[in-house]
C-alpha cells in the first residue's frame, strides 16, 4: 500500500499488529512533501493512537477478513457469536467485547474480524434498536430547551433521552458513543 491507500476503513500493519484508519487527513504545505495523519484503532486492543504517514513510506496491508455473524447470547465466560455461512460458533472473553456488550441483543448480526485466521473482533451496527425498560416520568413544565432524563434499555444500558421517552418505547441509540438518537 502506498499513501492514498491509507483511507476510511483501511486495515494496515504496524509492529506486527492490525491497525483500523478512523480518521485521515492529507496534509500538503507550500514547498514540502505530502504528509497524511491518520488515527488509527488496534483492531485486537481496540487503543488509538495518532500516526503521520510520510510521502514515499510503505504501509503494509493487515491480512484482515471479515465475516457475517449473530450474537448468540453472553454468559460469565464470555460473548458467543454464530458465523451465517458455517454455522460456526465464534466465543470471545469479556474483556474483547465488553465495551460493545451493552449494545448486545438476541439475533443482532455483527461482523466477526479475523487476523491470520484468528478472530480478534467485532464490529457493530452503527446504530441499534433497544427496548427501554425504565423510564422516570416526565414532569410537568421541564419541557423548556432540550430536556432529557436517563432510561435504562433492556440490555442494561443507561442512556439520556427526550422527556417523551416512556417505558416499552423502543430507540435507535449510536454505538459509537452509546447515546440516543431517536424513537423507532
Avoid: C
Avoid at 96 to 103: D, G
Avoid at 106 to 120: A, C, Q
Wanted: glycine residues 8%.
Amino acid at each position: 500500500m502506498d499513501l492514498n491507500d491509507v483511507k476510511l476503513g483501511a486495515v494496515v500493519l504496524m509492529n506486527g499488529e492490525p491497525f483500523q484508519v478512523i480518521w485521515s487527513n492529507r496534509m500538503r504545505t507550500a514547498q514540502r512533501k505530502p504528509v497524511m495523519q491518520a488515527k488509527l484503532r488496534n483492531v485486537i486492543t481496540g487503543k488509538v493512537l495518532e500516526y503521520s504517514f510520510k510521502f514515499g513510506e510503505k504501509v503494509e496491508s493487515a491480512d484482515v477478513t471479515r465475516e457475517n455473524a449473530n450474537f448468540l447470547y453472553a454468559d460469565d465466560e464470555g460473548t458467543h457469536f454464530m458465523n451465517n455461512e458455517t454455522f460456526e460458533t465464534i466465543d470471545f472473553d469479556k474483556e474483547i467485547t465488553a465495551e460493545q456488550e451493552p449494545f448486545l441483543t438476541e439475533g443482532l448480526k455483527v461482523i466477526i474480524l479475523r487476523f491470520n485466521g484468528k478472530p480478534v473482533g467485532v464490529d457493530l451496527p452503527i446504530k441499534v434498536d433497544l427496548k427501554v425498560v425504565e423510564a422516570p416520568p416526565g414532569v410537568t413544565g421541564n419541557s423548556g430547551g432540550n430536556v432529557t432524563k436517563p432510561v435504562k434499555l433492556e440490555t442494561g444500558l443507561s442512556v439520556q433521552a427526550p422527556m417523551f421517552i416512556k417505558e416499552g418505547d423502543i430507540i435507535r441509540v449510536d454505538t459509537r458513543e452509546g447515546t440516543y438518537v431517536e424513537r423507532v
